[in-house]
């Protein structure tokens, strides 16, 4: 059974930073883009930033210039280094997968668990 399990969530001060791991883990192919989504009760989930098994990312706006996400192919694991964090990026962090599993010829969509980052002012 394919797994992500999540990473380095914590409580910071406003201004600190925080690095997230997601390892992928059982019997996959091949990953195709790997990425990270936050969520504050009430609202959706959103997009923070992506990057594809060539590197190529993308990040939401309001990320730009202080979170970067970078991978280790061989290893299955995407990373998000966050930097000058703000209050407004409390929310629970879930890694994202799009991947093929061995016993599949097709992308599915795989998710963690979750990981608490707070942010305090």
């Known amino acids: 059974q394919v797994q992500l399990v999540e990473s380095g969530g914590g409580l910071v001060q406003s201004g600190g930073s925080l690095r997230l791991s997601c390892a992928a883990s059982?019997?996959?192919?091949?990953?195709?883009?790997m990425g990270w989504y936050r969520q504050v009760p009430g609202n959706q989930r959103e997009l923070v930033a992506r990057?594809?098994?060539?590197?190529?990312?993308n990040y939401a706006e309001s990320v730009k210039g202080r979170f970067t996400i970078s991978r280790d192919n061989a290893k299955n694991t995407v990373y998000l280094q966050m930097n000058s964090l703000k209050p407004e990026d409390t929310a629970v962090y879930y890694c994202?997968?799009?991947?093929?599993?061995?016993?599949?010829?097709?992308?599915?969509?795989?998710w963690g668990q979750g990981t608490q980052v707070t942010v305090s002012s």
């Open positions: 059982g019997s996959i192919f091949s990953i195709n883009v």
């Open positions: 994202n997968a799009d991947l093929r599993r061995l016993s599949t010829s097709y992308l599915e969509d795989f």
């Open positions: 990057i594809t098994s060539g590197g190529s990312t």
